[in-house]
């Protein structure tokens, strides 16, 4: 099954011209993947091994994506960190996450001085489905904010999910304009749109009166928010601030939103970091009739076998189910504190007849963490940085 870095490498040569990046700058896809090769090749040679963890606490940039790239062609996992935490929050985060090296914002120009290579042979290409990509955190609500783990097959699942949703066609171009250490931007929206082999775009700080003029001028057709920058541009901006977009879909969106801007239709739904990134997705347009919060709606199968419904904003049943079977646990390759994704535990419809995934994973993640509190059950951090 493929990697993640091999699905890049072969987007790349099916569509090379592919548009990645803020959207004020943007390579094309086989320009940014040689890039992130030398890059790779130069953090392998400072001592970086293969499976080796790496800390990426920055904030959005063409050159984060590239440095992202690297790290993924280097099979090196890389956790994506809010670059805004306390420092003391950041260090405790990187205690328990254990990193080989810490890459900060001064160290993402190396991206590009660090010449260009052919990705072809780096490690990650051979990666296996349940390899680990990526760490992304949670929000931290309920405690410090935990390292969930995506593996190569959460990704392929992720993206053929909300691919499908979206309808994506490589014609599409792909506008995600959010931080790029949370799942919405980078696994909905970038991930999503590089494994369709439409452009991926993103901006380096969302802003109201930003977003129309660049959808508008970057001809953007799909869009992938959520809940809070929804209701910012329904109060900031208008019908008129829109005109002349080519937005054919998005997620997230609520009818006064697909109304108020013309947007044709939007994909809902649920998921969460925790649990395989999305659990359930509908799409739907302005002129369906929705029923009311609470009241349950059938969708189709998810991917792994679960006859699922939802209410218009994500209260689920599910029957028959397992967590993505990219979330297995494997013995030993969790640090203590990070809590794998979802699970092959079995959810059946008679021991379970309704289950909210959100509460389960929350209550896995505490035991887990709870767990691993102890100093003893903790790993040295070696958060220092760059060696590059």
């Known amino acids: ?42 953090l392998l040679d400072s001592g970086v091994a293969p499976g080796d963890r790496v ?44 990193p080989a090296v810490v890459i900060a914002q001064e160290h993402l120009a190396d991206a590009r001085t660090s010449g260009s290579a052919d990705p072809a042979g780096l490690p990650g290409l051979g990666a296996a489905s349940l390899d680990t990509v990526s760490y992304m955190h949670t929000s931290g609500t309920s405690g410090p904010p935990k390292f969930c783990v995506q593996t190569n097959e959460y990704f392929r699942r992720l993206a053929a999910a909300m691919g499908a949703a979206l309808e994506l066609t490589p014609a599409d171009r792909v506008l995600a304009p959010l931080p790029l250490f949370h799942i919405n931007p980078m696994g909905y929206g970038i991930l999503t749109a590089l494994y369709a082999g439409a452009d991926a775009l993103a901006v380096e700080k969302f802003s109201a009166s930003r977003f129309w003029p660049d959808a508008v001028r970057q001809g953007v057709t799909a869009l992938v928010l959520h809940a809070p920058p929804v209701e910012i541009l329904k109060r900031a901006t208008t019908a008129e601030d829109a005109a002349g977009h080519r937005i054919r879909t998005m997620f997230y969106a609520d009818g006064a939103f697909l109304e108020r801007f013309s947007v044709p239709a939007a994909v809902s739904g649920y998921g969460s970091t925790e649990a395989a990134g999305v659990t359930h997705l509908r799409r739907w347009s302005v002129t369906d009739h929705l029923p009311p919060d609470g009241m349950a709606a059938p969708l189709a199968r998810t991917s792994n076998g679960a006859s699922t419904a939802t209410s218009r904003f994500g209260s689920e049943s599910a ?3 397992h967590c993505s079977a990219a979330t297995s646990p494997r013995t030993g390759s969790t640090p203590p504190g990070m809590p794998r994704t979802g699970s092959t535990r079995a959810i059946s419809a008679a021991s379970t007849p309704t289950v909210t995934w959100c509460s389960w994973n929350a209550a896995r993640n505490r035991s887990v963490s709870e767990e691993s509190s102890s100093p003893s059950r903790l790993s040295r951090a070696t958060s220092r940085a760059s060696r590059d």
């Open 1 to 42: 099954m493929s990697s993640v870095a091999r699905t890049l490498v072969d987007r790349a040569h099916k569509r090379p011209g592919l548009r990645l990046g803020t959207v004020n700058d943007q390579l094309r896809l086989d320009e940014a993947l040689t890039l992130a090769a030398g890059r790779a090749e130069r």
């Open 55 to 98: 800390a990426l606490v920055a904030s959005t940039s063409t050159d984060y994506l590239l440095t992202w790239m690297a790290c993924v062609l280097a099979g090196t996992p890389v956790a994506l960190v809010n670059p805004t935490y306390p420092r003391d929050l950041l260090a405790e985060m990187l205690r328990r996450l254990d």
């Open 319 to 321: 029957s028959g189910a």
